[in-house]
């Protein structure tokens, strides 16, 4: 049976647990490692990573979801940070740009960027190759316009489009 | 933006208790309009009530060909399902066009249907606006309007509806199933996108601490025919300035039948109903596709800023409707 005949108004518990609007402590697990910090329920992830945890390879451009320097991956997936609240992430895996290396090798993506020039100013590039590794996954990297595609939601301001594209290319193409 | 509590929830009826015993308490999906919004100071709640724990994720056959999307289904999930891509295409177009993949992943369909408009005054808590601070009056009939409707509005709000997928959705008669303080109720989507009239802060018949559960689209076999076309000024990562779902039932070069519905121009997701009829019984050719967009904008209101979207509209119409149908388009 599919979810309209499932019967409604299971009762409800008295009342929901509230947290905050004080700090409160949470526990998230960055890059693998759980790590425990007081926050306000309305800080973002972007600000706890950034301003807490001294993960500051995300990067805030916007604040309001339209440039995705700030994509990071919840649960595997590339989202905004400064749309999420820091405490909604409790219990999820949360993944940096600070993650992808392994030790001092960097991840291809990474070494990807550097060899094709992928990059001017570099405030976009976290969340470029953090958008970059997602995409592949998501096997929507067939050719220069699908990559074009489900990358806009990264904006360059320095307009490193071709080389960023580039760079995707190589990886996908190694793989 | 203001200091917030936070409840998480992992029962549909505790995420209604908790949000219908307390005006101050909002939902929270994915927060893709709900976190912009507050940080902006246009949204205040006191607490906000997480809803992604709730088991309201999954997308579903329906023994008449349709389907039933879950709430907290992802806009990617949903855009992805084989049973989107293949029965109804205009819709799983109308998501993948919308917003970027990292939007997609957070933002899930029943916070689609209730995102808000994205209109530079109702977004600037200082500016007067109608449907924030009802009464204070409109900055965009004589503002920056170039973005906003031209169908659907009043002198108190010319707001366009952002969302892309409840095009495709209002042209397939698509339900809104809730949960509310008053058990289940189930919405036709044309129903629940309400018009602003002299009360633009009403855009839906819900009630505070009604949830949305899910989304029933009714079986359609030719919605197999279907597409989405959206206009916009860049190519991505950005709303529409027009867009069109349509689908069609073609035999012999004749219309048999035909769903039409327009995004970008409207105060809601609007169904080309006067199009429709003109078209239904017609040769499928450049013509009639031309005399059916001039009839359904014949109401177009517009300003000096938006009068170019009356004449997109048609044209995207025309373009949606030839691409579908295979006719060679004249010009
Ligand atoms: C930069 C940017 C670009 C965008 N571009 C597009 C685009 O091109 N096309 C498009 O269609 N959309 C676009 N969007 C809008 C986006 O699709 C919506 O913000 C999103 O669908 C909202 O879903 P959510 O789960 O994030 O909702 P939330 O932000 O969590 O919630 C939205 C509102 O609905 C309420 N709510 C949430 N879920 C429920 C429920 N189940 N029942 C009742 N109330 C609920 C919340 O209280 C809140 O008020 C864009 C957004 C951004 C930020
Ligand atoms: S800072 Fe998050 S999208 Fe710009
Ligand atoms: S490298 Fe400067 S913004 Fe992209």
């Known amino acids: 049976m599919s979810a309209p005949d499932i019967p409604s108004r299971a009762p409800a518990r008295a009342v929901l647990p509230e947290r905050g609007p004080e700090p409160v402590r949470i526990t998230l697990t960055v890059n693998g490692v759980d790590r425990a910090v007081e926050v306000e329920p309305r800080v973002s992830l972007l600000d706890a990573l950034r301003e807490r945890l001294d993960l500051t390879g995300a990067k805030k451009g916007c604040d309001q979801g339209t440039c995705g320097a700030c994509t990071v991956w919840v649960d595997g997936r590339r989202v905004l940070a400064c749309l999420t609240l820091a405490i909604t992430c409790e219990g999820r895996e949360v993944t940096t740009i600070e993650g992808l290396a392994e030790g001092d090798e960097l991840h291809a993506m990474q070494s990807a960027f550097i060899e094709q020039d992928a990059f001017q100013c570099g405030y976009c590039t976290p969340g470029q190759i953090m958008s970059a590794v997602a995409l592949l996954k998501e096997g929507h990297a067939s050719d220069d316009r699908e990559i074009a595609e489900w990358m806009s939601g990264n904006i360059c301001r320095c307009a490193a489009y071709p080389h960023i594209r580039a760079a995707i290319r190589t990886v996908r193409d190694r793989a | 933006m203001r200091p917030i509590s936070y409840s998480r929830a992992t029962a549909v009826a505790d995420a209604v208790a908790a949000v219908a015993a307390d005006p101050t308490s909002d939902f929270l999906a994915g927060g893709t309009t709900e976190v912009d919004l507050l940080r902006q100071n246009v949204l205040l709640p006191r607490r906000l009530v997480d809803i992604n724990d709730l088991p309201l994720t999954g997308i579903e056959d329906r023994p008449d060909g349709g389907l039933y999307i879950g709430a907290l289904a992802r806009m990617s999930e949903v855009a992805e399902a084989p049973a989107v891509r293949e029965r109804f295409p205009m819709v799983a177009e109308a998501l993948v066009l919308g917003a970027s993949a990292q939007l997609r992943h957070m933002a899930s369909m029943g916070g689609n249907m209730m995102q808000r408009v994205r209109c530079g005054y109702f977004r600037d808590a200082s500016s007067p606006c109608n449907k924030r601070d009802p009464g204070s009056g409109c900055g965009a009939l004589d503002g920056f309007n170039r973005g906003h409707a031209v169908l659907g509005v009043s002198e108190h709000c010319i707001a366009t509806h952002p ?11 698509a339900r809104i199933h809730t949960e509310g303080p008053h058990g289940r109720q189930v919405h036709a989507l ?14 839906h018949p819900l009630e505070h601490g009604e949830l949305v559960v899910g989304i029933e689209v009714p079986g359609l076999a030719m919605a197999r025919s279907s597409c989405y076309l959206k206009v916009r000024d860049r190519e991505s990562y950005e709303f529409a300035l027009t867009s069109v779902a349509a689908a069609v039932d073609l035999a012999d070069g004749v219309i048999r039948d035909v769903r039409l519905a327009l995004g970008g121009v409207a105060t809601k997701p609007w169904r080309a109903r006067r199009a429709e009829e003109l078209l239904r019984g017609a040769p499928a050719d450049i013509g009639a596709f031309r005399r059916a967009a001039r009839e359904e904008l014949a109401a177009a209101r517009t300003t000096p800023l938006n009068a170019f979207k009356a004449e997109l509209a048609r044209r995207t119409v025309v373009r949606a409707l030839a691409t579908l149908t295979g006719t060679e388009h004249a010009s």
Do not use: I, M, W, Y
């Open chain 2, 163 to 173: 969302s892309d997928v409840a095009v495709p959705l209002v042209a397939l008669d």
């Open chain 2, 190 to 203: 044309d129903d629940f996108f309400l018009l602003p009239g002299a009360t633009p802060h009403l855009e």
